[in-house]
């Protein structure tokens, strides 16, 4: 079965970095779009970073400029570079692949920006 599986979360001081990984496993990974979403207690998940299989990204106004996302197709794997993290950016970070009918997502990975 398709699966997803993201690392790299964890707990970082304000200004701090920290890279996202994820890592599919039984999916042609390199056919798929692949985003990553966010989602902080009590509100809804959010769009945060597309990257297409060519390599075009597309973000939210709010990561512009501080996130980058970027893709290993020989490794199956999508990143997602997080620098100046503020503390609004805490949440459970989820990456999620799609090529036509086909929509894989991973459990997500808890990042917390806090001092």
């Known amino acids: 079965q398709a699966q997803l599986v993201e690392s790299g979360g964890g707990l970082v001081q304000p200004g701090g970095s920290l890279r996202l990984s994820c890592a599919a496993s039984?999916?042609?990974?390199?056919?798929?779009?692949v985003r990553w979403y966010r989602q902080a207690p009590g509100t809804q998940r959010e769009f945060v970073a597309l990257?297409?299989?060519?390599?075009?990204?597309t973000y939210d106004d709010a990561v512009k400029g501080r996130f980058t996302i970027s893709r290993d197709n020989a490794k199956s794997t999508a990143y997602l570079q997080m620098n100046s993290l503020k503390p609004e950016d805490t949440a459970v970070y989820s990456c999620?692949?799609?090529?036509?009918?086909?929509?894989?997502w991973g459990q997500g990975t808890q990042v917390t920006v806090s001092s």
């Open positions: 039984r999916i042609s990974f390199s056919f798929y779009n």
């Open positions: 999620n692949a799609v090529f036509g009918p086909h929509d894989v």
């Open positions: 990257i297409k299989p060519a390599g075009n990204t």
